[in-house]
């Protein structure tokens, strides 16, 4: 058997400027979408509340890590900086970077989101930074790998929480 297919381990690394667009993919992945619920249009991210987080990406304190597994990238992990009108979810402050990850749906439960989640951290914490933040649904099965990250809740909104996490 070759060690080829979906077997094959991604490589973490830093999301090209020419590959910027795979962002909206990545974004719209991110949303949780309950069990059973309606899945919205791929144009729900166009909502001011949801694009904020990747318009205009790559702007100073941006970052974004990918995941490539056969060439393709499977996940993304990315930061920013919210200082404008329009603040994320997980908003705490201007110098707490607020995180958003995916994993495209084939490619979930294999350890990329551990594994982006845990660089992303490293070069969070090498950059100077005190503490990260990010929003998730509580129902998501996420919220229970960011706690197993070190991640607190800070505080809830409906069905939703924000998380901090000191670096």
Not at 42 to 56: A, C, M
Not at 123 to 138: E, I, K, N, P, Q
Request: aromatic content about 10%; proline content about 6%; charged content about 25%.
């Amino acid at each position: 058997m070759s060690g080829r297919g979906n077997k094959a381990e991604p490589v973490i690394r830093e999301l090209r400027p020419s590959e910027a667009d795979i962002l909206r993919t990545m974004l719209y992945n991110a949303i949780f979408i309950p069990p059973g619920a309606e899945i919205p249009p791929f144009d729900i991210i166009e909502l001011p509340e949801i694009i904020v987080y990747i318009e205009e990406f790559g702007r100073e304190g941006d970052l974004c890590l990918v995941a490539e597994t056969n060439g393709e990238i499977t996940g993304a992990v990315w930061t920013r900086l919210f200082t404008g009108p329009v603040k994320g979810y997980g908003f705490i402050d201007t110098t707490t970077p607020e995180l958003s990850m995916a994993v495209l749906e084939p490619y979930r439960c294999r350890g990329i989101g551990t594994g982006l989640l845990a660089e992303m951290l490293n070069r969070l914490a090498s950059a100077g930074y005190a503490r990260v933040s990010l929003s998730v649904d509580m129902a998501n099965y996420a919220y229970h790998l960011y706690r197993k990250f070190g991640f607190v809740d800070y505080a809830r909104h409906d069905e939703s929480m924000t998380m901090l996490k000191q670096l």
